[in-house]
């Protein structure tokens, strides 16, 4: 089993900054892709960005240039840091792990966002 636990959430203006991170703890699979989701009122959950256990990562076209997705495997960390917010951000942001050589999935509870002034 994998816990995912995220933190950094808040409140913060438009232009502002803030890093989320999300610790994994539990049995952590070689091969895995580490990924941030968000999730805003009324809308469907949709990928922000995505790491891979290589350093490999995707970025959504809404966060490119502005959102950086990182990782620390001693620490078993993911992070994402984000620039330049907008309001259109504002959502609760969800880690999840993929392991893709033993096909399981994990989602952390999730840290809200919010962007406004």
């Known amino acids: 089993q994998v816990q995912l636990v995220e933190s950094g959430g808040g409140l913060v203006q438009p232009g502002g900054s803030l890093r989320l991170s999300c610790a994994a703890s539990?049995?952590?699979?070689?091969?895995?892709?580490m990924g941030w989701y968000r999730q805003a009122p009324g809308k469907e959950r949709e990928l922000v960005a995505t790491?891979?256990?290589?350093?490999?990562?995707n970025y959504a076209d809404s966060v490119k240039g502005r959102f950086t997705i990182s990782r620390d495997n001693a620490k078993k960390t993911v992070y994402l840091q984000m620039n330049s917010l907008k309001p259109e951000d504002t959502a609760v942001y969800y880690c999840?792990?993929?392991?893709?050589?033993?096909?399981?999935?994990?989602w952390g509870q999730g840290t809200q966002v919010t962007v406004s002034s």
């Open positions: 790491i891979t256990s290589g350093g490999s990562t």
């Open positions: 539990g049995s952590i699979f070689s091969g895995n892709v």
């Open positions: 999840k792990a993929h392991f893709v050589l033993v096909a399981k999935v994990y």
